[in-house]
C-alpha cells in the first residue's frame, strides 16, 4: 500500500502543481510552527504554493528520508533540493506531520527550513540561541 508522504513524493518530483494539490482536501489546514503567519487553508493555496516552487526551483527534487505511519498521521522527514532560476542552490529539509482523512491530506504541521549553508559549529550554535552567562570572575 503506497503512503500518502509516497504519492507526495512522486506528485512533487513529477512537477506538476495540479497533481499536487489533488492530494489535499479542499478544507485542507496547514500550520507551520515555527513560522506561525504561514498557517493557511484550502486546497487552492496549495496550488498556488507548490505553482511558486515549480516555477522558482525547476528542478526541484525531493527525496523522503524516513517515514512512519500510525492510523491517519503519517510523519515524513524531507529532503528537498534543486537550484533557483537563477542558478543559486535551494535546499531544504525537515519533517512534515500529516493527518490523512478519505485519501485526502486534511491537515499538516511543516518543520520545514532551509538548510544553513556556512554556519557556525556546535558551540557557536550553542552560544547564539542559548546565551549562556558568562563565567563568574573571582
Do not use: C
Not at 494539490?21 to 496550488?47: C, I, K, M, T, W
Not at 524516513?66 to 533540493?81: I, K, L, N, P
Amino acid at each position: 500500500m503506497t503512503t500518502m508522504l509516497e504519492r507526495l513524493k512522486d506528485a512533487t518530483n513529477s512537477h506538476d502543481a495540479r497533481a499536487v494539490a489533488s492530494l489535499f482536501a479542499e478544507d485542507y489546514q496547514s500550520v507551520q510552527p515555527l513560522h506561525p503567519n504561514r498557517e493557511f487553508g484550502g486546497r487552492a493555496q496549495v496550488l498556488e504554493n507548490w505553482s511558486s516552487v515549480f516555477e522558482g526551483v525547476p528542478d526541484f527534487v525531493s527525496e523522503l528520508i524516513a517515514s512512519s505511519v500510525d492510523g491517519e498521521t503519517e510523519w515524513g522527514e524531507w529532503d528537498w533540493r534543486g537550484h533557483h532560476t537563477d542558478g543559486s542552490l535551494f535546499a531544504m529539509r525537515g519533517v512534515t506531520i500529516l493527518i490523512v482523512r478519505d485519501g485526502s491530506v486534511a491537515a499538516a504541521r511543516l518543520y520545514m527550513e532551509p538548510v544553513e549553508v556556512g554556519g557556525g559549529d556546535i558551540d557557536v550554535a550553542v552560544q547564539e540561541l542559548y546565551k549562556p552567562p558568562p563565567a563568574p570572575t573571582s
